[in-house]
């Protein structure tokens, strides 16, 4: 008889190889790899967001999310993060991986905005000043993921970091107290968050380079899983003027110990503009665009005005004339009610 050899296919595409005597009748199949189903890997964040049938920039540019390349920031494999040099040869490691710089290689808005921006006003993260880094909080199920194919990292389950994890009794204070489940640490322990405006779709497609214009020195506010958190704005340029304006719940890195004081919230001048319906988010002076600064309630059916600005040839050219824009709420975030706008339109004062 003859010996025939049985390969078997196990995870990470390692072959072992065995005798039999009995011929393989059935076809061999790829394992299945938790990672390839993760959002690191998927991107189906983006692709969410993006897509026509949930009133994404799909709508307007008429570009499928495959074609417009949004795809490749993804991660293709373990290696991207593992692979490191091992005496000479190339080989895996978990220190790699967890090396601050290779978070921060993709993850750009904190590396090269947010950091930045506090380092140079000497206001750093409360983590970042103890020495922390990225997978000090962030778990390795949220990097590799479970099996599941989430929608979002702001889909519930998607993510284990909390603020909870360490601080488990936070300090009691009025704010606390006031407040209690109705806001998410966030709310009010986030600095500030940095914008991508103008964000130009057409370089996008045509050089497959990504160009916007930054703003920050200002939150937003708006609902997710049942509280207020913190949140941004990303606006975009397609060709013909059009434009686009999205919010979305974001935890920026950016924490600071004290929270947001009441005054910066309550009886503001933002607030009473936005309860008159409109808001300029950004504007021209001397040529140069400038926002508001602080505190940013996101809600249904206000006109949020911005400076839109076309890109050509390295060069800004503000749009006279542009589309209004279409404005989409997405990362499981919806606006604040008129009842939240009402409760932050009384003033209020921190007690000494």
């Known amino acids: 008889m003859t010996r025939r050899l049985g390969i078997k296919l196990l995870c990470g595409g390692i072959l072992a190889v065995s005798t039999s005597i009995v011929a393989i009748t059935q076809e061999v199949k790829k394992a299945e790899c938790v990672f390839d189903s993760s959002l690191h890997a998927t991107g189906r964040g983006m692709a969410h967001w993006y897509d026509k049938s949930n009133g994404g920039l799909e709508t307007i540019t008429g570009v499928s999310y495959a074609e417009a390349g949004c795809s490749k920031c993804h991660v293709s494999s373990c290696d991207a993060c593992h692979k490191t040099d091992l005496?000479?040869?190339?080989?895996?490691?978990?220190?790699?991986a967890r090396n601050q710089d290779k978070c921060l290689s993709c993850h750009g808005r904190e590396a090269h905005m947010i950091m930045r921006i506090d380092k140079e006003a000497n206001t750093p993260d409360v983590h970042v000043a103890r020495g922390m880094t990225c997978m000090d909080c962030h778990t390795a199920r949220e990097v590799h993921g479970d099996g599941m194919a989430y929608t979002s990292m702001k889909e519930q389950g998607a993510m284990d970091v909390k603020c909870e994890q360490c601080h488990e009794s936070p300090k009691q204070s009025v704010s606390h107290t006031v407040h209690g489940n109705k806001l998410a640490c966030e709310a009010c322990h986030v600095r500030h968050?940095?914008?991508?405006?103008?964000?130009?779709?057409?370089?996008?497609?045509?050089?497959?380079?990504?160009?916007?214009?930054?703003?920050?020195?200002?939150?937003?506010?708006?609902?997710?899983?049942?509280?207020?958190?913190s949140a941004n704005m990303q606006s975009f340029v397609v060709p013909e003027n059009k434009t686009f304006l999205m919010f979305a719940p974001q935890f920026s890195h950016s924490v600071k110990k004290d929270g947001t004081t009441c005054e910066e919230c309550h009886g503001t001048k933002i607030v009473k503009q936005i309860r008159k319906g409109q808001i300029h988010l950004s504007w021209l002076e001397r040529g140069k665009e400038q926002n508001i600064q602080g505190v940013i309630p996101v809600l249904s059916g206000v006109e949020y005005k911005c400076v839109y600005h076309d890109y050509?040839?390295?060069?800004?050219?503000?749009?006279?004339?542009p589309v209004p824009p279409k404005v989409q709420y997405v990362g499981y975030g919806s606006p604040l009610t008129e009842e939240q706008l009402k409760q932050m339109a009384k003033p209020q004062k921190m007690p000494k």
């Open 312 to 321: 050509e040839n390295g060069m800004w050219t503000p749009i006279s004339n």
């Open 87 to 96: 005496n000479g040869k190339s080989g895996y490691s978990t220190e790699s």
């Open 193 to 229: 968050v940095v914008s991508c405006n103008s964000c130009h779709f057409e370089t996008i497609m045509k050089e497959n380079k990504r160009v916007s214009l930054p703003l920050t020195g200002w939150k937003f506010l708006m609902n997710a899983n049942g509280q207020v958190t």
